[in-house]
Every structure is written in structure tokens, then in C-alpha cells.
């Protein structure tokens, strides 16, 4: 990864699609600060074996997401991003890994954990950020604070989740045409 | 019985018998239980990935100063003295911090490029793909409007940003022109074009720059003009961003603009109509020019057969048209290219376009000019056998035309009567009117009996430097009524959308132009309904001629399926040959 002091502030996007057919698929969308893509890393397919499904059991989502595919995103990412978004709460076990803070953007997340509140996520504070609500872990939100000022043009913070998942099914696409040509 | 030895229980014992007790201790040796471990190892997930850079986003932007006097994005600032071109280019970085726009409620409708069908590397599907939706652009420093688009309009901007071939065929007053300009001001703002060549007809060139200074006035613009020195250093600036150049120019400076060291990132031809003749010079040199995007701006693709298209599209992707080609075909091979709306599509909110024919019957003076008229043209015509051309038929079809306007001999007009009539409930209702036909003479004609109205006239006769007077008393003089104007003069460039009735009082040989004519009252801005009466003899020329563009509306419509088009083809030679039941050579005009 390039340094994110000296470069464009940029800002990064991650989400796991899970899909019944193809598996889960992981996308890292970075984005400058008006909102344009620097940067997009997706995985390809990932099918769990059984033993997986049974020895990780209801962890494997967590493991998946907030560890698996996240870490591999983060680590191939060229460009640093100031704040990852999420919209997946497992996502914020990457905390610990990511070379930035971890937001879950509430709005985003709603859609499939309903309503986020604050005793569901203890130890995170709610930050206003580009017209939504973000948590982040307690002992980063001053951070936050700071970073998103220089993100201060950026427009939407739940729409690129969106990009992430028509350019994942824009990528399958492909290789499914490659397949069936090959 | 245990280890062999039998030993005998009695039954009647009770659980104080000495008989029940073991007379010594026995050993039990059973074999140990030896558990197998079977090991599962979890292979570790194996997860591969890819990834995409998008450097142009980021990277080698052009910056241009926006409405707000900041620098609109990117590292690097130009500008230029436009002399007086009408573009509004900056230079030099603000040292200010940069101001935050007020955050706009977020959209209901998210407009999102898509790339189009060949753009096949995944890269550069993924990277139009991942752009923000226009929506979310809309009041940033990236694409600062003066006023809302319609969605409709973001809708235009989005399918251009991505395409390298492409015809923005709007009906009129649909602003392709804003859409063009602010798709260029994206695309320059985000480096993805540096330099931008926009060819238009000569009178369109001040229209440009005006609408430039609105909806991108930190672009740096020039129309090429002036000496020859002053072009040829216009041409070769690099810092005019975006020049603007008329068709009649190319012919004079064709050998700046095919200079084998210039190349422009974007071409633009407006009215494009212009090059459907592959053989003309004009068409010549376009495709000559060193481009790498090639766009086509016009109302009218086609005007008189789908093989107009074939010129337009030799100019954006040589080979995808071929003449000839059938009209599905043709559909399909466009449709990815090719953008038309149709005001009836998008504006939902725009006043109904109410037609009324008036099929009228002729005064019994004109009746019997016209029907000497006809049958001594036809038998002049068929008396000239090889030597019948197109002209003469269409001198013959011109003359009844005028007939069916006016008697030569009494001024006796079915047309005129209906059109007084219809003028007092125009003027009653203090509404304004305006009247078009092919011909000066007939405004003349018509001028006695509708001066009470309060006439005005804008056509070929009225010079130039009264014509924009004129509009503005018509505008805003209660007491003038009526604007009589000729097709030629009045279809174009001209915003009256306070009118609400349009008079066709004769028709023009191409329903094209008749739209470009009603389209002056009903356009964006309209104050309401907008009602035209198309006037038409009955039995006469004007009759047939109709009725074969009606048949060629329907060709109209299966070539622009989707966009519900009005007609906008013209007749072909065979077709004025048929008018009249004679045989001619094969080809097409121009009508």
C-alpha cells in the first residue's frame, strides 16, 4: 500500500456478498474524496467445504467476513485509505488488522440487521458523517473525527456499497463468459 | 455359569442366605476400549483475488475553476485568453480551504453509467461501473448545475460519458446541448479528455459559448475565428479546452485541423445532419480528423432514409452502417450508439402537443385554377419523356402548393378564411399565435385580413439585426397576436414558449421541419398546452403528399422503436415522381 498521508485523501468501502450459487464474494472499493474509484479489489468465489460449514459453524460468517477475506482485501489494497466502511457488523473485527479505523455506516447495515443500536455494538460511538450515522470503536472515534473532516465533499456514504455489488456481478459475468467460451 | 464352574442358585434362598454369598473372590478381565483418533485437517481457505487501479481517476486531472471560484478537482490549472469567446477560464490555485457545498437531500433515482457494449476489458467495464451516480455529482464541484436537470437529461449525460461512438438524437428542446456540455465538463474534469473539438453550424456558434458560460463556465472556450494567424494559433493552443469550430471553417482550415500533429481527445458535431452526405467535403474532412471519441448531436438522424445514418455513423465507427442495409438491421446495430427522446417520453410534466388537422375544401375560384393547373402540369410533364427531371415536377408541386394557399387570379383562400376565424378566438383569449408557411408571398397574402391581430414577421425578407427586436416586441407587446414566419427563418434557435397555438398553413415537404417549427412554442418552459392546426386541402396535392409521409412516419417508427418519434422523413425523388403517377431515375433527394 501507498501512503495515505501524502496522497489524495482516500476512503475505502468493503462488503461480502454471500450468494447460494457462486459463494461468498468479498469487494474493497476506494474511493477519492469526491467519490470516484481509485481502487477495486474483489475476490473471486470463495465455496466453504463442509468441514468448514460444520467445524466453524455460526462463526463461520464472522470468520469469513471480519477475518478471511478482509484481511487478504486490506493487504492487496494499494492505496491507503483514511476509513474503511462497512456494512457488515462482522466487519469490524478487522479493526485490528486494518492499517485504518473500521465503520459500520448504520443506514447501510440496516437493511439486513434492522435497526443498529447502541447496545448492540458496546464499545463503539456513534459519529455524523456525510449524512449518515457511523459507529466506530471507542478508543478510535477521535480519530474518526479528524479524518473525515478531509473527507468533508464526499456525498453518500451508503451508495457505493452498491457499485461494490454490481461490479462483483459485472466480474462474475465475465468469468462466466470466459468459461463458457473456453 | 462364570469361568466354567457351575454354581447352583436356590430358588427359595432368601437375602440372608449364606448360599448366596461367594464363597471367594473371581478376577473380571475384559478387553481395554481403544478409541482411533481420526484427524480432520481444514485445508486453509483458499481465497484469490484481483484488483483494479483506476489512476485517471485520481491522477493528471485537469483543474478548471468552478462557480465558486475553487478549483474544481486535480492537480493542474489552465486557462486562457478566449478573446472574448464567451468561456469564463481561470488559473492559479485558491489558497482558501476549500468550501463544503450544503448537503443535498438524497435522491430518490440514481442515475449510473453504464459501460457500453463494446467496452469489453473488464477494467474499463468496472471503472465506468464504479463511477458515482449523477445524482450524487449534482451540486458538488464536479458537476455544479445553475438549475436541476431533468432526470431524463442526467439519463443523456451518463449514456455519452462512457462512449467513444455516439448519437445524441434528442427531439428538439430536449437540451442536448446542456447535455452535451456538461457530459464534456465531466469528462475533462475527471482527465479523461484534455481537448475537445465541437463542430456547428455558423449561427449556432454564439448559442454554444452562451450556453458554455452556463452550464460550464470554468472551461476554458474559443470559437476558432479572427485572422488567419489568430486561428492557426487557436487551433494549436493547448490551452483552449474546448474550440468551437463551423462547418464553413473546416473547408478554410483544413489544413490546421488534419495537421498530422493535431488530435483532439473528443469531436463533436452539432446539427450532424450535415455530414449524412458521405461525398460532400464537409463530411470529407470530419472523418479525416484525429480523434479518439466521435459524438453526433441532431434532432433529425434521419431526414430523408435510414441510409442518412449510414453518413453520420461513417463519421462515429466506420463499417457499423452499410448502405443498403436492412431496417432492422440498421436498429440493431445502432441501438447501443444511439440515444432519442422524444418530449412525450421524458417530460411528463410538459404540456400537452395537441395536432388539428384542418382538411379544408377549396374555394370554387381556387378549385378550378387548381384543377387546370394539375392537368396541364401532367401533360407538360409527360410530353417531356426523357428529358422530365426532378425539377420539373417539383416546380409543378410547388405551383399547386400555392393554389392550395392562394387563387393567383382572385386571392380567394379556403386556408385564409379558416385561419381568420380561428385567429379571432386566438386574440379573444389574449393568446398568441404563430403562422408558418414555405412562403414570403403567402405571409404577404395573409398580412390584410390578419393586421388586426396585431402581426408581426420574421422571415428571409426581415434583415437580420431587426429579427431579435422583433421577437422581443412579439414577446412582450400585448397587442401583437400573430408572428408570421417562413420555415426557413423561424424553425430554428428561436425559444417561444409562450405561444399556445401553431398554424402550419401550408406543409413542409419534411415533417422534420415542421417539428423543428412547433417545437418554438412547445418546449421546456411552456405556459401550457400547446395546439397546432395542420392545414390541408382535400383532394389535392397536399393530400397525397401527406399521405406518403404518413407511410414513411411508419418506417420512422420501426427504426426508432423505442422512442415513439414523430416522423422526421422527407420524400424521396420516386416518391415525387408517384405524386403524379410518372416514372423517374432512381436516387433520393433531398427534400
Known amino acids: ?182 | 455359569m462364570l469361568d466354567g464352574i457351575q454354581i447352583e442358585i436356590d430358588a427359595a434362598a432368601t437375602v440372608a442366605d449364606a448360599a448366596l454369598k461367594p464363597a471367594k473372590a473371581f478376577n473380571l478381565v475384559t478387553d481395554p476400549i481403544r478409541p482411533k483418533a481420526l484427524p480432520i485437517r481444514l485445508k486453509p481457505l483458499e481465497i484469490k483475488s484481483v484488483g483494479y487501479q483506476f489512476p485517471r481517476a485520481g491522477g493528471g486531472v485537469t483543474v478548471f475553476r468552478n462557480r465558486s471560484g475553487q478549483p474544481a478537482t486535480g492537480p493542474a490549472t489552465t486557462g486562457t485568453d478566449d478573446g472574448g469567446s464567451g468561456g469564463a477560464g481561470g488559473s492559479g490555485a485558491s489558497s482558501a480551504p476549500p468550501a463544503v457545498p450544503p448537503r443535498r437531500p438524497k435522491p430518490e433515482k440514481l442515475t449510473r453509467i453504464r459501460p457500453p457494449a463494446d467496452v469489453v476489458k473488464i477494467e474499463d467495464r468496472l471503472f465506468y461501473m464504479l463511477q458515482p451516480p449523477l445524482e450524487l455529482l449534482v451540486g458538488s464541484e464536479q458537476l455544479d448545475f445553475p438549475f436541476d436537470p431533468f432526470p431524463y437529461q442526467l439519463d443523456g449525460i451518463a449514456f455519452l460519458f462512457p462512449r467513444y461512438a455516439a448519437v445524441l438524437a434528442d427531439e428538439m428542446g430536449l437540451g442536448k446541448t446542456m447535455q452535451a456540455i456538461s457530459t464534456i465538463r465531466l469528462l475533462l474534469c475527471s482527465g479523461e479528455v484534455r481537448s475537445v473539438l465541437l463542430i456547428c453550424p455558423k449561427p449556432l456558434v454564439s448559442n454554444w459559448l452562451r450556453e458554455f458560460s452556463l452550464w460550464a463556465p470554468e472551461i476554458p472556450v474559443a470559437a476558432i475565428g479572427g485572422t488567419a494567424p489568430t486561428r492557426q494559433y487557436q487551433w494549436t493552443s493547448p490551452d483552449i479546452a474546448v474550440k468551437i469550430a463551423n462547418y464553413e471553417l473546416l473547408m478554410r482550415d483544413r489544413d490546421s485541423v488534419l495537421d498530422p500533429d493535431q488530435h483532439f481527445d473528443l469531436v463533436i458535431l452539432d446539427e450532424a445532419q450535415r455530414i449524412k452526405n458521405q461525398r460532400n467535403s464537409t463530411s470529407m474532412i470530419v472523418r479525416q480528423i484525429s480523434r479518439t471519441r466521435s459524438w453526433a448531436l441532431t434532432g433529425t438522424p434521419v431526414e430523408n432514409s435510414p441510409e442518412d445514418l449510414v453518413g453520420i455513423f461513417e463519421f462515429l465507427s466506420p463499417g457499423v452502417l452499410r448502405p443498403e442495409m436492412p431496417m432492422p438491421m440498421i436498429a440493431q446495430a445502432t441501438r447501443d450508439h444511439m440515444l432519442r427522446r422524444t418530449k412525450d417520453m421524458v417530460l411528463e410534466d410538459m404540456p400537452p402537443k395537441l395536432y388539428r388537422d384542418a382538411e379544408l375544401e377549396l374555394t370554387p375560384e381556387q378549385w378550378a385554377t387548381y384543377e387546370k393547373a394539375e392537368s396541364e402540369g401532367v401533360v407538360q410533364l409527360e410530353n417531356l419523356e426523357q428529358q422530365l427531371t426532378i425539377q420539373h415536377v417539383f416546380e409543378l408541386v410547388l405551383r399547386l402548393k400555392q393554389i392550395c394557399n392562394f387563387d393567383p387570379a382572385t386571392g380567394s383562400s379556403a386556408k385564409l378564411e379558416r385561419l381568420v376565424a380561428d385567429m379571432e378566438e386566438v386574440a379573444a383569449s389574449g393568446q398568441k399565435a404563430i403562422i408558418f408557411s414555405q412562403w414570403v408571398d403567402s405571409v404577404d397574402q395573409m398580412r390584410p385580413a390578419l393586421e388586426r391581430f396585431g402581426t408581426l414577421e420574421y422571415h428571409g425578407r426581415i434583415p437580420h439585426k431587426q429579427r431579435e427586436g422583433v421577437i422581443q416586441q412579439f414577446k412582450e407587446d400585448p397587442s401583437k397576436h400573430v408572428i408570421m414566419m417562413s420555415y426557413g427563418a423561424g424553425s430554428v434557435g428561436l425559444n417561444l414558449q409562450f405561444c399556445r397555438y401553431v398554424f402550419l398553413f401550408d406543409r413542409w415537404w419534411n415533417p422534420a421541419i415542421e417539428d423543428q417549427a412547433i417545437n418554438r412554442a412547445h418546449r421546456i418552459g411552456a405556459a401550457g398546452s400547446v395546439t397546432v392546426t395542420r392545414m390541408l386541402m382535400t383532394g389535392t396535392i397536399e393530400q397525397r403528399i401527406a399521405t406518403v409521409l404518413d407511410q414513411k412516419r411508419e418506417m420512422f417508427d420501426e427504426l426508432f422503436a423505442d422512442s415513439r418519434a414523430p416522423g422526421s422523413v422527407g420524400l424521396s425523388r420516386q416518391e415525387i415522381f408517384g405524386l403524379f403517377n410518372l416514372r423517374g431515375p432512381k436516387g433520393a433527394i433531398a427534400a
Open chain 1, 1 to 182: 500500500m501507498t501512503s495515505g498521508a501524502a496522497a489524495e485523501p482516500a476512503i475505502g468501502f468493503y462488503t461480502v456478498e454471500q450468494s447460494e450459487f457462486t459463494g461468498w464474494t468479498g469487494g474493497l472499493l476506494v474511493l477519492n474524496g469526491g467519490g470516484r474509484p481509485l481502487e477495486f479489489q474483489c475476490t473471486l468465489p470463495i465455496r466453504p467445504s463442509r468441514a468448514h460449514e460444520i467445524l466453524y459453524g455460526a462463526t463461520l460468517r464472522d470468520y469469513l467476513i471480519g477475518d478471511a477475506i478482509g484481511s487478504l482485501l486490506l493487504s492487496r489494497c494499494r492505496n491507503t485509505p483514511l476509513l474503511v466502511c462497512c456494512d457488515q457488523p462482522e466487519a469490524l473485527q478487522l479493526d485490528g488488522h486494518a492499517p485504518c479505523p473500521l465503520a459500520l455506516v448504520c443506514e447501510a447495515a440496516e437493511t439486513d440487521e434492522g435497526p443498529i443500536t447502541a447496545d448492540m455494538l458496546p464499545g463503539y460511538d456513534e459519529i455524523e458523517f456525510a449524512g449518515s450515522q457511523i459507529r466506530v470503536a471507542i478508543e478510535r472515534a477521535d480519530e474518526v473525527r479528524q479524518t473525515i473532516q478531509r473527507l468533508a465533499n464526499l456525498p453518500d456514504l451508503t451508495e457505493p456499497f452498491g457499485r461494490i455489488r454490481e461490479a462483483i456481478g459485472e466480474a462474475q459475468k465475465q468469468v462466466a463468459r470466459a468459461r463458457s467460451a473456453a
